[in-house]
């Protein structure tokens, strides 16, 4: 019975976990699992005989490092990544799998290419004949790592690679099996060209550190193939333009339920969302469970954890690559002139809502740039103590290509998810940001008290929306006049005071945002010194500028010049 292996009582555990000490979204697909290996869902199936005949291969094969045969090495995790991923069928046609995608977001030395080599040898063994399979990484070297955990295993188990008559032909370049004809190759997307492959099953490695491009062409490659299976891992990377962050995003909207697509099998091994926010993670081991499953049942694992968690606490510029790599949180290290750090800015964050709006006095910030690059649009008013914003951008539509791989950003999923709009081609359409401004009394039904704006770019502009008897302010861009809103924008996050709209972009914004202090020690956000685009941030501070002046000195105040 394949409910007393492993896997089964792997993904009991995880679905009864009350300690949080498994993550939100491996509880759920524990609990999708388990559906259909008790035999409720309609479609999908966990075959007997496809785990019995895993089960036997994996005695078969001896783990390098622990020198056991791999079905008593194997971590709880990787039972239920093989058994489930290998051994869910369809209802309707047991011979095929059901979960086409294997996704795994798993913090750094938790052995995850290891058990995709194992699930490698697997298939190589039981796939058809003359099976193809590739995996593909940034560079050959990353592809390859692949590649020598299969030759390692190989060579390590007498019943797969016997000098006589070896099961296994270890290449330089590709493994062979010599029983089925089936081999893989490792691809480098910085050197082949992944077209005209035909993949039965392929493996993305660090998908963080790639686009999308290696795994879409790799999928393009299996249309015809009806048993196909792509596996992609990674842990964390700090640049926000890369393929697993789409992955991650499809697989959670198939866990809960918004997209049709159920045969996504994911293991994201990531803190909840309240827990990666703030400090947290300096405190709380569950953040350190939630991203490392191995520390569950490895005590030194957790006190290794432990003590990088203190560093990374200690020495700031260890916190970047801790947070990325070891609890799979999303973060870039502000550096020594960081404005604030962007964990703290999302403790802020709240969700779109329109209504909430209505009615209230808004005070605008206004970015234009140059008319080839970003350009910002900040609304901020005031409730209780707490400073409220909503930040759009505006791109040229015709470089947001360019400007994705340039910057590290995903433009056109930003600009779908509603954090900015595309106007324009090769420069932003000033009309259209014309149009925003002046359609917000009527779209959400504020009231637009002023506009502050850097004179730089804006004459044309500003004297449009002060022809339709909107009153603009010129901020002047110098550290006399932008310390104090900069100071109380920062002490307004700090204290939990402000509240923005859900926008990636923002939060993006503020961890480029870099910052210069003056003779006088009045700081204010550099647009030079900043390592990408803070227009949106710009735009917030010159808002809450105009917000700070009414609360000082009323409708009457006097604008502040150099």
Not at 100 to 124: D, H, P, Q, V, Y
Not at 196 to 218: N, S, V
Not at 395 to 412: F, H
């Amino acid at each position: 019975m394949y409910k007393k292996n492993p896997a089964y009582k792997y993904a009991s555990m995880c679905a009864s976990d009350t300690r949080r000490r498994v993550p939100h979204y491996v509880k759920m697909q524990a609990e999708s699992w388990l559906n259909i290996a008790d035999g409720f869902d309609k479609e999908a199936m966990v075959d007997e005989e496809t785990v019995a005949r895993i089960e036997r291969l994996l005695k078969l094969m001896i783990h390098p490092d622990m020198n056991c045969p791999m079905n008593e090495g194997l971590e709880p995790y990787a039972w239920f990544l093989i058994i489930a991923g290998l051994c869910t069928k369809l209802k309707k046609k047991h011979n095929i799998r059901y979960y086409t995608t294997i996704l795994l977001e798993i913090a750094r030395k938790n052995f995850k290419t290891f058990n995709s080599g194992i699930i490698f040898i697997l298939l190589m063994l039981t796939e058809p004949d003359f099976s193809r399979f590739f995996s593909v990484a940034p560079d050959l070297q990353l592809s390859s790592e692949l590649k020598l955990a299969i030759r390692k295993i190989i060579k390590s188990s007498p019943a797969l690679y016997d000098e006589a008559d070896p099961a296994f032909k270890l290449l330089r370049s590709e493994i062979r099996c010599n029983i089925n004809d089936n081999e893989y190759k490792p691809l480098a997307y910085s050197e082949d060209r992944m077209d005209g492959k035909t993949a039965h099953a392929f493996l993305a490695d660090e998908a963080g550190a790639m686009d999308a491009y290696p795994i879409e062409a790799m999928r393009s490659s299996q249309i015809n193939i009806q048993n196909k299976l792509g596996i992609v891992i990674s842990t964390q990377y700090p640049n926000d333009n890369n393929s697993m962050i789409d992955e991650i995003d499809k697989a959670k909207k198939s866990l809960d339920g918004l997209i049709d697509n159920k045969r996504i099998f994911s293991l994201l091994y990531e803190p909840d969302d309240e827990l990666a926010s703030g400090e947290t993670w300096m405190t709380d081991d569950r953040v350190l469970y939630q991203a490392n499953p191995v520390s569950l049942t490895s005590p030194e694992m957790l006190e290794n954890l432990k003590e990088k968690r203190l560093d990374a606490i200690l020495y700031p510029n260890k916190r970047e690559n801790f947070l990325c790599k070891h609890c799979n949180i999303l973060y870039k290290g502000i550096g020594a002139e960081g404005y604030i750090d962007v964990q703290k800015v999302k403790q802020c964050r709240r969700d779109r809502n329109d209504e909430w709006w209505r009615g209230r006095r808004v005070w605008l910030g206004l970015d234009l740039s140059l008319s080839d690059d970003n350009t910002s649009v900040a609304m901020v008013t005031e409730d209780d103590g707490i400073i409220y914003s909503r930040v759009t951008g505006f791109i040229p539509a015709d470089r947001a290509d360019a400007k994705s791989k340039k910057e590290g950003v995903d433009y056109k999923r930003l600009a779908k998810e509603g954090n900015c709009i595309a106007c324009g081609s090769e420069v932003v359409d000033y009309s259209t940001v014309e149009e925003y401004i002046l359609t917000l009394e009527s779209n959400l039904g504020v009231v637009i008290q002023s506009i502050g704006y850097d004179r730089w770019n804006a004459i044309s502009t500003i004297q449009k929306l002060e022809a339709e008897g909107i009153e603009c302010v010129e901020v002047k861009q110098h550290s006399s006049v932008l310390h104090a809103p900069t100071k109380l924008l920062k002490e307004a996050i700090l204290e939990k005071k402000f509240a923005y709209d859900d926008n990636r972009l923002l939060e993006i914004n503020f961890q480029n945002a870099k910052c210069t202090e003056d003779t006088n020690l009045n700081k204010y956000v550099n647009k030079k010194r900043s390592s990408g685009k803070v227009d949106m941030v710009v735009a917030t501070i010159n808002a809450v500028y105009l917000l700070q002046q009414e609360q000082l000195y009323g409708m009457d105040f006097v604008i502040q010049t150099v």
